[in-house]
């Protein structure tokens, strides 16, 4: 449980009372207009003023009553709605955020740190830190003739990556499970032919209904839908195209491992924007180098959201007390070398010989080509493998093979590969088909599958070259052939 707000509300110097478990903090119970007569239950009253050693708000009320409490004043905020607060509580060495009510709206309020006329959505410690809307403000700065449309969409975004989260974390426990009808709960088939799990439905029920209604989208397509989704009638129509896999790696779910969701931000063609036509599936096909912003969330021990509007990559941490995204990670960058790579070594009967090339090397360690050990990872969750990567370096490869020719490519190109790629790219790696850079292909379906490698920019050109070789010649290990572990 998060430390209160010092909070002076009329005449008393109160605490506010979190729920347990604490939800985002609501202002409603300091907004005393608001309030009705039960307002005092919504406090543990501290001190009042008329036993105050001085009236309120002297210092010394403040200190005593942080000493009394055992807090340190440097770390809590002092609401109050007088004039007079500038000089108490900052003699306290509190910093003041001054809310006049009419009665006070005519003071020289010069003097505070910060002055607002309403109080913020959250009440939260001091913090240098970043919100996700400041980081947005900023980024649109860069561009003064900048609507904000991208800005209030990606908000929307994160909301709905926040619900997904929740969900997630729920799980089994979740109410939303026991409620949803039958016909909901999953265990169709996908127009990939994989089978939706109830999570897969939820998550993108949520993705839906929290982007349709705010104005600036023009259409929508999911991973989970066959055909674009189509804004309701009943909602204004904008300029972009919201892409999306609601749940990444959802089949790891049962085990408790980490998953995510992805998303990307197209802008619509032209004539849609002028016609307010429906969109169809052509208007979703454009190359993933024509992507305004790309993201994922990932849903792990803290949830954590990635995003590049194009200015490099970003990092932030879903705080759980105040329900806001803060920035930690402010220049994500991908290291050029590394010595860890992933793959899933159960298909190396069926890969292609450069793959098979660069995995020998790899597994040859020092005695090796490459003169080095290296570490291989398979964690078969797309969010938390490209998390992994722009943490701390890596290679991954999602190769074509030939286990199955009518389908030689296994992860969606709208949905998975273009915004990776476009993450990956910003934050100085590379993403790659293995054979030419993953934005620079022309979709020419909505469900697209292709090969994907992307990590380390020196690794994943070292692949390229592979597949770019002529000879294309296949080397014999241990490890691999037929004396291997890994036997046919």
């Not at 005449?11 to 979190?18: D, G």
């Not at 990444?248 to 802008?267: C, E, H, Q, T, Y």
Request: charged share 20%; proline share 8%; hydrophobic share 35%.
């Amino acid at each position: 449980m998060s430390r209160p707000c010092l909070a002076g509300c009329g005449q008393f110097i109160s605490t506010f009372r979190p729920l347990s478990p604490p939800p985002p903090y609501s202002t409603d119970a300091l907004q005393r207009p608001r309030l009705g007569r039960d307002w005092s239950q919504r406090f543990d009253v501290i001190e009042h003023a008329g036993t105050a050693p001085r009236k309120k708000p002297d210092p010394q009320v403040y200190r005593q009553t942080l000493q009394r409490l055992g807090l340190a004043a440097t770390e809590y905020l002092a609401f109050d709605d007088s004039a007079n607060a500038l000089q108490a509580a900052p003699g306290a060495s509190i910093a003041t955020i001054i809310t006049p009510n009419p009665f006070t709206a005519h003071h020289n309020f010069n003097g505070a740190q910060r002055y607002i006329r309403h109080f913020p959505r959250a009440i939260m410690p001091l913090s240098h830190r970043w919100t996700l809307t400041r980081y947005l403000i900023e980024e649109r700065r860069r561009f003064p003739g900048a609507s904000g449309d991208l800005n209030a969409l990606l908000l929307d975004v994160s909301l709905a990556c926040k619900a997904t989260a929740r969900v997630v974390a729920f799980g089994s426990l979740g109410d939303g499970l026991s409620q949803m009808p039958p016909e909901a709960m999953g265990g169709e088939l996908k127009v990939q032919g994989e089978v939706q799990k109830p999570l897969d439905v939820i998550s993108n029920e949520v993705f839906m209904r929290m982007n349709e209604w705010n104005g600036h989208l023009a259409g929508m397509a999911s991973e989970e839908l066959d055909e674009p989704r189509q804004i309701p009638q009943a909602y204004p129509r904008g300029k972009y195209l919201l892409v999306f896999d609601p749940l990444d790696g959802s089949s790891n779910i049962d085990v408790n491992v980490a998953v995510g969701s992805i998303f990307s931000i197209l802008r619509a063609p032209q004539d849609v924007i002028d016609s307010g036509r429906d969109v169809v599936e052509s208007d979703f096909l454009q190359p993933g180098s024509k992507q305004i912003a790309a993201g994922y969330a990932i849903y792990g021990p803290t949830t954590m959201l990635v995003l590049s509007v194009g200015n490099g990559v970003a990092g932030f941490t879903l705080n759980p007390n105040l329900g806001e995204f803060v920035l930690t990670h402010p220049d994500l960058k991908v290291p050029a070398d590394t010595s860890e790579f992933a793959i899933n070594s159960s298909n190396s009967r069926f890969w292609e010989p450069p793959v098979k090339r660069y995995v020998d090397e790899c597994l040859a360690g020092k005695t090796g080509p490459r003169g080095r050990d290296f570490n291989m990872r398979w964690i078969a969750s797309t969010v938390a493998e490209a998390h992994r990567i722009i943490m701390r370096g890596g290679v991954f490869m999602y190769p074509r093979d030939n286990k199955d020719p009518s389908k030689p490519d296994r992860l969606r190109l709208l949905y998975e590969a273009n915004p990776i790629g476009f993450i990956m790219e910003q934050a100085g790696a590379r993403c790659s088909t293995g054979r030419q850079p993953m934005l620079g292909v022309q979709p020419t379906s909505l469900h697209q599958r292709i090969g994907l490698v992307f990590g380390s920019k020196n690794e994943v050109e070292r692949i390229e070259r592979y597949h770019n070789d002529n000879s294309n010649r296949s080397t014999e290990t241990p490890l691999f052939a037929e004396r291997s572990l890994f036997r046919d």
